[in-house]
């Protein structure tokens, strides 16, 4: 959300979301034919409404508004499912990557404690491969940040990696 933008009680965008999103969630559900689909369809509305409250309070009919932002976002969203759908189709499926061992579980759950600037860097970097001046690219940073942040990482991540063994070993109690 934009700075200053608050959700409270007697909120004009509050008080529409506790009119109207369980109504506008059947609307979407009766187009987009999912459940799921429809609630983050609608969801992304009031979002969007939320990012621009001054132009969303001079609505004349916000509910309309709201509609209409979820059925595009729905139909944009089918549109790109179908295109790599079809892509799939033509390539194949993709390669199974996903490696279920005990350490790269491991490895993944201490890479999600990391700060975000941290994770990104160790990921893209080790992960990905990717060499540091690209991973600088890639986030719009610095060398020297990836630099930083990859060191700190491989840090903060062997401290958290060694506690994973120690929890895993029985040489600490997790229930203390």
Known sequence: MKKGV????????????????????????????DLTEAQEAVQEAFTRALMAPGRFAGLENPEAWLRRVAVNWA???????????????????????ADHSPEHLALLAALRVLPEGQRDALALHYLVDLPVD???????????????????????LAALLADTDATETGRIDVRS
């Open 6 to 33: 608050t959700v409270s009680d007697g909120d004009p965008i509050s008080e529409l979301y506790a009119s109207c999103f369980r109504r506008l969630v059947v609307q979407l559900y009766a187009v987009t034919g």
């Open 75 to 97: 139909r944009s969203r089918y549109r790109r499912r179908r295109m790599l759908d079809g892509l799939l189709r033509r390539i194949g499926p993709p390669p199974a990557v």
């Open 134 to 156: 690209e991973v600088a690219a890639t986030l719009g940073v610095s060398s020297g940040t990836v630099k930083s942040r990859l060191s700190r990482g491989r840090v903060a």
